[in-house]
């Protein structure tokens, strides 16, 4: 059977080739149908030239931004669309080319189809109500659409606290999934140090009993963050490894046990489905070990998979119920615009973001914090273009 999840090439070519189709089928379509004046019928070429997008398009580049953590993570996606609408904005007439060149740079920045429209529509009503003077008030306008797309899927749920773990009664437990290679036990370790800074003890469940060096990974993790292990033999059932865990960190009359659980999952079995239900098996598990666990279901998503990690997320959400996304190396890639599409699309919240390999390397996902990092250095440079 065709492993869909594991297939890069397939993924490459299948959902990000699909995403780019539409994106060129929906510009070409909706730039002729400007250009005329007149709906769009698909198929149909469009009458006007690339080049006026393309010359508006421009990226300028932006200063690198290394006040904040956060904002030297997201620096390749601020010189990515960020710095294209920039130079789109800056000291420019707001037109019906200037338009067409916000449509593409939006519906091509990784962002997807739907959070692309949804934030051209916002700033044509505001266009239209003629609200939005200069460049700079686009931006701004972006930034704040882009603001109430995050927040909206934040306010959804309830926020995510370590401090919950008191309430809830020991341990916590929370699982992380999601498929190889896209950082999952890297995170893990990072979170785990996060409650050991905090006073909690930490133990990890390997349930990675797939890969030979899985447990060995996360057992230097364990080190690092000063959390305990528990691991069992190499093609041992994850969910004994898993289930171990929880009955080992219950509290105990002599004062021992956890406070918080964190269990690894294989990202790749055989097939597709094997891995849905080997992960379905292992939350029934927990269950019987603790019956108001698993807590928080995290699906760990690679950032630089940019429209991929969509695709992804949308198959563990059909298998297993995800109560938070963590989406890491946005250090790596310049499609950061992508938790966008993730919130819009997916509907689950992004809780934390990875931003580098080291243990200190997490952020808790802020929609204020990230869309201020994303916008505001552009947003002041256009200001400054049009007071010069
Ligand atoms: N730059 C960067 N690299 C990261 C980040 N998070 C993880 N990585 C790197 O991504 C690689 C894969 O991370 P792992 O944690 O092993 O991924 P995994 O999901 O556990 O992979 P499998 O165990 O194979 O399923 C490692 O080299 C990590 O150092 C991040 O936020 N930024
Ligand atoms: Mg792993």
Redesign the pocket.
């Known amino acids: 059977m065709t492993d869909l999840l594991h297939s890069p090439a397939l993924l490459a070519t299948g959902a990000a080739g699909a995403a780019a189709l539409l994106v060129a089928l929906v510009v070409a379509a909706r730039r002729g149908a400007a250009s005329r004046g007149e709906e769009a019928r698909p198929g149909e070429a469009p009458a006007e030239a690339e080049a006026p997008a393309a010359k508006l398009g421009t990226a300028l580049a932006l200063p690198k931004k290394r006040d904040s953590i956060l904002g030297a993570g997201l620096d390749k996606t601020r010189q990515g669309f960020v710095a294209r609408l920039s130079g789109l904005v800056r000291g420019k007439q707001i037109d019906e080319a200037l338009l067409t060149g916000l449509e593409e740079i939006l519906f091509t920045a990784d962002i997807g189809a739907r959070t692309a429209e949804r934030l051209l529509q916002r700033v044509r009503d505001r266009l239209a109500r003629k609200e939005l003077q200069r460049g700079s008030a686009v931006l701004a306008a972006l930034k704040e659409e882009a603001r109430l797309i995050l927040q909206r899927t934040a306010d959804a749920a309830a926020p995510f606290d370590f401090a919950k773990v008191e309430e809830i009664g020991r341990p916590f437990v929370l699982l992380t999934i ?10 893990i370790g990072k979170l785990g140090a996060k409650w050991s800074q905090a006073g909690k003890k930490v133990l990890f469940a390997a349930g ?1 009993t797939f ?1 030979a060096a ?1 447990a060995e ?1 996360l057992q230097i993790w364990a080190e690092r963050a000063h959390a305990e292990l528990v691991r069992g033999k190499e093609g041992t059932d994850p969910s004994s490894v898993v289930f171990d865990a929880v009955k080992k960190a219950a509290p105990r009359p002599d004062g021992g046990g956890c406070d918080v659980v964190i269990a ?1 999952t ?3 079995l055989h097939t597709k489905s094997d891995l849905m239900q080997e992960l379905q098996k292992v939350r029934r598990v927990i269950q019987k070990a603790q019956p108001d666990a698993p807590h928080e279901t995290f699906l ?1 998503l ?1 950032a630089t998979n940019g429209q991929n990690a969509i695709a992804q997320a949308t198959l563990f959400k059909e298998a297993v119920a995800v109560t938070g996304i963590v989406l ?5 890639t310049a499609k950061g615009g992508v938790v966008l599409g993730i919130c819009e699309e997916l509907g689950v919240p992004v809780r934390f ?5 080291k243990i200190d ?2 952020r808790a996902f802020d929609p204020e914090e990230f869309v201020s990092a994303l916008f505001d250095e552009a947003i002041a440079a256009a200001e400054d273009a049009e007071r010069a």
């Open positions: 999601g498929v190889n290679g896209v950082g999952k036990t890297t995170t990675d890969r899985a990974q690894d294989a990202g790749r760990v690679d890491t190396k946005l250090d790596g973001v990875g931003v580098g390999e390397d997490l």
